[in-house]
Nanobody, 124 residues
């Protein structure tokens, strides 16, 4: 059974940082593209970032480039999202996801497995 478990969310002031983690089990982690998505209150779930199987190539939503960094540790079956200079509009539930199709997949429906999400709240 595949499980993706996010952690690291919480309440942070604007300008602060958080590091999210997602621990995977039940799948050959290094065979999957890993991604992060988020859903803000009243909005659709949106793509945040994705990382290649080896970790050597990354992809970001244009609006988040320079503030967020995705990384992975295949030895630990874990993907990370470092979020800096957080803004109130970054408030959302953040989800990690896995796909076996490719790095350029930014639609939710293209991802095979999902975590339960972790809440990030940025206060002004």
């Amino acid at each position: 059974q595949v499980q993706l478990v996010e952690s690291g969310g919480g309440l942070v002031q604007a300008g602060g940082s958080l590091r999210l983690s997602c621990a995977a089990s039940g799948l050959t982690f290094s065979s999957y593209i890993m991604g992060w998505f988020r859903r803000a209150p009243g909005k659709e779930r949106e793509f945040v970032a994705a990382i290649s199987r080896s970790g050597g190539i990354t992809k970001y939503a244009d609006s988040l480039k320079g503030r967020f960094t995705i990384s992975r540790d295949n030895a630990k079956n874990t993907v990370y999202l470092q979020m800096n200079s957080l803004k109130p509009e970054d408030t959302a539930v953040y989800y990690c996801a896995a796909n076996d199709l490719g790095l350029n997949r930014v639609q939710s429906r293209e991802y095979n497995y999902w975590g339960q999400g972790t809440q990030v709240t940025v206060s002004s």
